[in-house]
């Protein structure tokens, strides 16, 4: 009885341990992904300018700016 839930347990934290890897690989993937796909963007010299726009704080949607920084901002 005593075995059984021995064997339970370890399971069960096996189960969490796996988990927890499988979490932290895929939220690495994706950092990673995200990482590949601005070098990937930023050679073509159209998008470039609109990465470091998204780096700074400025969005562009649909040609407007949206400043997000405040740093261009009209005072």
């Known amino acids: 009885r005593l075995r059984h839930d021995t064997a339970r347990q370890y399971v069960s934290g096996l189960f969490l341990y796996y988990l927890s890897v499988w979490l932290d690989v895929t939220t ?3 950092q990673v992904k995200e990482a590949y ?8 010299p159209r ?14 949607m649909d040609g407007v700016l949206i400043d997000t920084s405040g740093k261009y901002s009209a005072s």
Not at 47 to 60: C, D, S
């Open 28 to 30: 690495h993937v994706k």
């Open 37 to 44: 796909i601005m070098v990937i963007l930023s050679k073509e």
């Open 47 to 60: 998008w470039r300018q609109k990465i470091e726009m998204m780096q700074e704080g400025l969005f562009t």
